[in-house]
């Protein structure tokens, strides 16, 4: 599928009202660098957060995620941070909830 018609799919999906930054879709991306659907290189000059201080995909990081995935998947983690969001009001409690 090409970006155009990933375009149009996502304007009809999208409320209006939420902000789009690029009218490309990566496909991969590596230190500053993304590719596109397409194949077409750029400079990633709004990295976010997550890559900011690294780049994308930085080999110690790619290694270190990997080694933790082979010793430890903190799936309980999730659970927890959502039942703390979730009774964060006080007496507020969701409908079947424990």
């Known amino acids: 599928m090409k970006s155009s018609e ?18 490309y879709f990566v496909e991969k991306a590596e230190n500053a660098t993304l590719w596109d659907i397409e194949g077409n290189e750029v400079i990633d000059f709004a990295a976010g957060i997550a890559v900011l201080n690294t780049g994308h995909r930085h080999p110690k990081v790619v290694a270190a995620v ?9 799936h309980r983690l999730s659970d927890c941070a959502v039942r703390k969001l979730c009774f964060a009001g006080g ?3 969701r409908s079947g909830a424990n």
């Open 91 to 93: 007496a507020y409690q």
């Open 6 to 23: 990933l375009n149009q799919r996502r304007q009809q999906a999208t409320p209006r009202g939420v902000g789009v930054m690029c009218n």
């Open 66 to 74: 990997a080694d933790q995935l082979q010793a430890f998947t903190p």
